[in-house]
């Protein structure tokens, strides 16, 4: 089954640097899809950013990027330019392609990384 | 992406109670997904919700518990019946977008059960 492990529990940030979260997973399938969602305080879950596996152009949203190594099942997340408003949860996804290998549609998420930014 | 609103935000019930809480999108959707979230944790799907047929549970959560209604392609309800301290988390719902790998998530629910 696909496992997605994100081994920051949290991280720190000064305000407008740079911070990579740390995204790794598990699986057997050759085309899936994975997504950067950011949860406030609020706990909105907000959707940062989506990458096809199938492509290897890295996603890049305004300040947001993802540096995706696919052979080595890596989908880090790239902070640029850190905000106060960027303090969340990041929570890291994967989502199997409808009537994939593993016949599920949800989304697996790791478990978390708590982003702190400092002014 | 489509606009999700959840009732009611947050609530606290007594053990033993019962409580439902529902979910509007602004568009029509065919796959509903509800998640809970225990404190500190991450999300973990309950169930998936097709209009017309019985929602799908995922491993470690049945129907009695936790039933689940979609009378239309805009709308679902999911239940927690007989609550315990332990059914403590926020509830979120979500809702494929247009591209459907893509999920978007309502505002969720905060459950405290004394």
């Known amino acids: 089954a696909q496992t997605v492990t994100q081994s920051q529990p949290e991280m720190s940030v000064q305000e407008a640097e740079t911070v990579t979260l740390s995204c790794t997973y598990d699986?057997?399938?050759?085309?899936?899809?994975l997504f950067w969602y950011k949860q406030p305080p609020s706990r909105q879950m907000i959707l940062v950013i989506r990458?096809?596996?199938?492509?290897?152009q890295n996603a890049t949203e305004n300040r947001f990027s993802v540096n995706f190594q696919k052979a080595a099942k890596s989908f880090s997340l790239k902070i640029s330019d850190s905000q106060l408003g960027d303090a969340a949860m990041y929570f890291c996804?994967?989502?199997?392609?409808?009537?994939?290998?593993?016949?599920?549609?949800?989304?697996?998420f790791g478990a978390g990384t708590r982003l702190t930014v400092k002014p | 992406s489509a606009v999700i609103s959840q009732k009611p935000s947050r609530d606290i019930c007594q053990r033993g109670t019962s409580l439902t809480i529902q979910c509007q999108v602004d568009?029509?959707?065919?796959?509903m997904f509800w998640y809970r979230q225990q404190p500190g944790q991450s999300l973990t799907l309950i169930a998936t919700?097709?209009?017309?047929?019985?929602?799908?549970?995922e491993s470690g959560f049945v129907i009695d518990k936790f039933p689940i209604s979609r009378p239309n392609l805009t709308f679902s309800t999911l239940t927690v019946s007989n609550m315990s301290p332990e059914d403590s988390s926020i509830y979120l719902c979500?809702?494929?977008?247009?591209?459907?790998?893509?999920?978007?998530f309502g505002p969720g629910t905060r459950l405290t059960v004394l």
């Open positions: 979500s809702v494929e977008g247009q591209t459907a790998d893509t999920q978007y």
């Open positions: 699986t057997s399938e050759s085309d899936y899809y």
């Open positions: 990458q096809e596996a199938y492509k290897q």
């Open positions: 996804a994967y989502r199997s392609p409808l009537g994939g290998l593993y016949n599920n549609n949800d989304m697996r």
């Open positions: 568009s029509q959707v065919t796959m």
């Open positions: 919700a097709n209009q017309g047929s019985e929602a799908t549970y």
